[in-house]
């Protein structure tokens, strides 16, 4: 099976290598932060405005897929405010004690980052509303009927979280938030403006068609086309003389399996299985998975997602269709009978309800 862990485009942090080369490529201040136009100016205006009044901003939720920048933004605030920024996440904190001990050292102004703040515990987030309105925390101390709860005053702090899952967060916490920043999908033109700035600080020399080349397979995310970039820089400096040409690039990707859509082998598998074995569909995800040599639930999850976003794949109640693009992006002939050929389709397109 073709573990996510492999995948050239996926959107996840992959492992310890990536991590500090990300770190090394993360902008940091908001006006090296590239593309999010609205958020960035929202929060420079959240910012400067507690700057100015000399108090501590309002708590910042940060809420969008992986990849788009949300450690990086949290990293930025507390460039920006200059504080220290303390890093911890929602899994981390299994019992409230322990944010009660991250809360009760934070100094004044602080900023204290929570990630995948949508699994924090129950009685953990419940500490942290307190935390939030009033810098206050209730520790309890001793069990049973003889137990107590100690007040205790915390610094005013600056919350950040950051969240894949801004829907799975209570509404009581979401409302906490005073600043709840959306981030989308990048432009290709932004993405493009990215690979050109982390080229010059890999020290790689690329043309513009080069990285517009890039920033196209990039799924519209910074992490994926940084990725990419760094394959494509091993390709030219291997096979060519170090410079990153549009042929080169696309000749690079070709290799690795990222078409121009950003597809990979996996993707591509499913859509042409999809075409060539069925027609177009209907048909069951377990017949397709079967057709491709996967599990369900790899071809649910890992490709389903982004050919629905892109147009090529749609789920109905029937089963998996392809849409005309599909066909088109496999340079295949449409069938007359195939189920979208001609026709205007009520579909579920699978899409996550907005946040
Ligand atoms: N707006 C941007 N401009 C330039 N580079 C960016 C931007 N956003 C993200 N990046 C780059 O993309 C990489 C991933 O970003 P980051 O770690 O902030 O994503 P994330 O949203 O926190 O992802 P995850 O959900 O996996 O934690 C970083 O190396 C960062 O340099
Ligand atoms: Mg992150």
Known sequence: MSGEGERLVSADAEGAEEQVIEAALRPKRLDDFVGQERVREQLSLVLRGALRRGRTPDHVLLSGGPGLGKTTLAMIIAAE???PLRISSGPAIERAGDLAAVLSTLAEGEVLFLDEIHRLARP????????MEDFRVDVVVGKGPGATAIPLDIAPFTLVGATTRAGMLPGPLRDRFGFVAHMDFYEPAELEVIVRRSARLLD???????AAEVAGRSRGTPRIANRLLRRVRDYAEVRADGVITRDLARAALKLY??????????????????LRKFGGGPVGLSTLAVSVGE???????????FLVRQGLLARTPRGRIATPAAW????????????MAGTLFEVDDGAERPD
């Open 81 to 83: 405010l200059g504080q």
């Open 124 to 131: 953990a987030e419940e500490m942290l509303y307190m935390a």
């Open 204 to 210: 790689v020399e690329i043309t513009d068609d080069g």
């Open 257 to 274: 399996e990222v078409d121009e859509r950003g597809l990979d082998r996996l993707d591509r598998a499913v859509l042409a299985s999809l």
């Open 295 to 305: 599990e369900p639930e790899t071809v649910e999850v890992v490709a389903e997602p």
């Open 328 to 339: 088109a992006h496999l340079g295949l002939a449409q069938p007359a009978a195939s189920p």
